[in-house]
């Protein structure tokens, strides 16, 4: 049975953080709303108590059966998570006369306390709440305090239960992955043993049991996600796993082929399917970024489904889903407001009667590369950057057209490809290039030109979550430019994205 900590999320900005330090310290770990908490079995060594938003005066502020847990397991509270804890057990949180925003300095550590070990007076921590706990139980001892904080941390004497009002998962906090270690090993007993291999093993052996001598079909992208799920799938199952890759005219430039190419190299049983036709027809004349994703998303299941049918006797479709699109669709309130639709997660239409594995749902996107390249698969696979599941339908702002589809194949081909020669590639995250409904007034060959804009978009992040914009070399710009220009017919100007994640999305559409 795989260990695990349970992270109770409350709502903070910092939970997903707090989970992808915990898995750094190779411990698997699950985030789980307060509201849909599960059983505690076995395999449970510890629960984390996240911020939030929220103050714990608040009449609707979020509650937890805390009493139930914390004489049998081992309890970190942050922030609200140490708040609630000490109000609701004798002590009391007020609103904060000073302010504690920031970093911050321990001034005092309790000696010999194990949460602390090896952390030395003085490290530097990173505070962001408005309440304070102004007093607290006569069975709560102050284990770590600040010049304006007194009880910056306690612990429940006689428990495992531990309280910080600062956040430890946050890199302004000097010593925080110490901090987490001290509690998840010595304090929890993590064994610490969750690594790529271990995930390879388990999971393999679990879809063997789980799948048996069933067949199941999987539609692949060329990306990153969908790749390593095909690959641990085909290592389950064999042969009876089927693929299929559908061109839907929306790839960039020759990647139908290449991406084909790179598949059967891997020993995978794919399938082909070139649908440009009916993606086209089914995106004339719209305009609305919502409708042409939906558009595509419809048309894509019906290419699927009717290549399905041509095997016989499938019984699972196979999704690349990932963790962080499952912990968005069960979030503290519900699912969050819909930005643009994009996550497979949800279900499938009533007329495709398949049930779904998904073998990635538990890791976050650097995790997957992690498994990837245990599993062996290409670089250029593992190296690839997101691509949007629509396609550059969306980053072809307006109304879709072959034509526009060709130019901006065209450009983004240059671009890349300009990327990696410059060694750069790798270092973003992200990067494509963007058809503009707009015209400019240019000059070439001492003619007036009228023609469209094609907007450079590169960022650089973590999980997508937030995003800068890169600060590529100006000569190189300007070598992208040019080629851009001189190059693809209907293009006399080229500009550059500056907007960063939030308040910019990553794609413009």
């Given at each position: 049975m795989q260990e695990k900590i349970l992270i109770l999320d409350f709502g903070s900005q910092f939970t997903q953080l707090i989970a992808r330090r915990v898995r750094e310290l190779n411990i698997y770990c699950e985030i789980h709303p307060f509201n849909k908490f599960p059983e505690v079995d076995g395999s449970v060594k510890g629960i984390i108590l996240s911020g939030s938003p929220y103050s714990v005066r608040q009449d609707d502020a979020p509650h937890f059966e805390f009493a139930k847990h914390h004489k049998n397991l081992p309890i970190l509270g942050v922030c609200y998570?140490?708040?609630?804890?000490?109000?609701?057990?004798?002590?009391?949180?007020?609103?904060?006369?000073?302010r504690e925003y920031g970093r911050a300095n321990l001034d005092y550590i309790k000696p010999d306390?194990?949460?602390?070990?090896?952390?030395?007076?003085?490290?530097?921590?990173?505070?962001?709440h408005g309440d304070t706990i102004a007093r607290i139980a006569t069975d709560f001892e102050i284990i770590a305090s600040t010049d304006s904080v007194k009880v910056a941390a306690y612990h429940i004497t006689d428990t495992k239960t531990y309280g910080i009002q600062f956040h430890p998962e946050v890199t302004h906090s000097s010593d925080g992955k110490?901090?987490?270690?001290n509690f998840l090993v010595d304090i929890c007993g993590c064994a610490q043993d969750w690594t790529p291999d271990s995930f390879i093993e388990t999971t393999i052996a679990e879809l063997k049991a789980k799948l048996g001598d069933d067949k199941v079909v999987l539609g692949l992208s060329g990306g990153v996600d969908s790749s390593v799920a095909a690959v641990l799938l085909h290592q389950a199952i064999g042969a009876n796993l089927h693929c299929i890759f559908v061109d839907n005219g929306l790839l960039r430039k020759d990647e139908f082929q290449s991406v084909l190419d790179s598949y059967q190299h891997m020993g995978l049983n794919v399938k082909?399917?070139?649908?440009?036709?009916r993606f086209y027809d089914a995106l004339?004349?719209?305009?609305?970024?919502?409708?042409?994703?939906?558009?595509?998303?419809?048309?894509?299941?019906?290419?699927?489904?009717?290549?399905?049918h041509e095997i016989q006797g499938v019984s699972w479709l196979g999704q690349g889903t990932i963790y962080p699109d499952v912990i968005e669709s069960?979030?503290?309130?519900?699912?969050?407001?819909?930005?643009?639709?994009?996550?497979?997660?949800?279900?499938?239409?009533?007329?495709?009667?398949?049930?779904?594995?998904?073998?990635?749902?538990?890791?976050f996107k650097d995790e997957v590369r992690k498994v990837g390249a245990a599993l062996g698969i290409d670089q250029n696979i593992l190296g690839r950057h997101p691509f949007p599941g629509p396609g550059l339908a969306i980053r072809i702002l307006g109304d879709i057209t072959p034509e526009k589809v060709d130019i901006l194949q065209q450009a983004d081909a240059i671009y890349i490809n300009n990327l990696r020669s410059a060694g750069v590639y790798d270092k973003v995250w992200q990067a494509g290039a963007i058809y503009l409904p707009v015209q400019s007034v240019g000059v070439m060959g001492d003619e007036?030109?009228?023609?469209?804009?094609?907007?450079?978009?590169?960022?650089?992040?973590?999980?997508?979550m937030?995003?800068?914009?890169?600060?590529?070399?100006?000569?190189?710009?300007?070598?992208?430019?040019?080629?851009?220009?001189?190059?693809?017919k209907g293009i006399n100007r080229v500009v550059y994205d500056i907007s960063s994640k939030p308040p910019a999305t990553i794609e413009w559409e």
């Open positions: 998570g140490a708040q609630y804890v000490a109000h609701f057990n004798g002590g009391e949180v007020l609103a904060s006369s000073t306390t194990v949460l602390f070990k090896d952390v030395p007076q003085g490290s530097q921590v990173w505070m962001s110490q901090i987490l270690q082909g399917i070139d649908a440009k036709q004339a004349g719209l305009t609305d970024p919502e409708k042409k994703r939906k558009a595509i998303g419809r048309v894509f299941i019906e290419v699927f489904d009717d290549a399905a069960v979030s503290v309130k519900g699912p969050s407001a819909t930005i643009k639709s994009h996550h497979n997660v949800g279900g499938l239409p009533d007329f495709m009667k398949l049930k779904v594995v998904e073998p990635l749902n538990t890791l007036r030109t009228y023609e469209n804009v094609i907007c450079l978009r590169a960022v650089e992040s973590l999980d997508g937030t995003a800068d914009w890169c600060h590529l070399p100006y000569d190189l710009l300007a070598k992208i430019s040019n080629e851009i220009i001189n190059n693809v």
